[in-house]
């Protein structure tokens, strides 16, 4: 078995960062879907100062890469991309039932979608 496998509080709290080595950030959840038990998105925390004024950006969980040789969390966009992503605070979540945002979301990170076959329907 080769693939990385983390629990989520040691996700949380990580910094994030793009190829150029810039903060983007720090990843504040996961959300999990329970449809199919994956991880659907990571809510990344940018801004504000001691957790005040952030603003959060729900980043599709495809977008990121971890380096595991500085065990870096990476995600390839710009600063100015990210501040220009859709995004929302804390009172405010995305409705996750609005396919349009979520295509919307996906195209602006540039990954797709994956599909997944629901293990709780017969085959």
């Known amino acids: 078995m080769n693939n990385l496998i983390l629990s989520s509080t040691s996700i949380t709290g990580t910094n994030v960062t793009n190829a150029k080595g810039e ?24 801004g504000g100062f001691l957790g005040l004024g952030d603003k959060y950006f729900a980043v599709p969980f495809e977008a990121f890469s971890v380096n595991t040789t500085t065990e870096k969390w990476v995600l ?22 609005n396919h349009s945002y979520w295509n919307d979301l996906y195209s602006h990170y540039g990954v797709k979608r994956r599909s997944f076959v629901n293990s709780n329907q017969p085959a």
Not at 25 to 45: K, Q, W
Not at 76 to 97: H, I, M
């Open 23 to 46: 903060n983007l950030g720090e990843i504040h959840d996961l959300m999990i879907d329970t449809d199919n038990g994956t991880v659907n998105y990571a809510v990344l925390s940018f």
């Open 76 to 97: 390839n966009v710009t600063k100015d991309r990210l501040e220009n992503a859709p995004g929302f605070d804390k009172n405010n979540w995305p409705d996750t039932s």
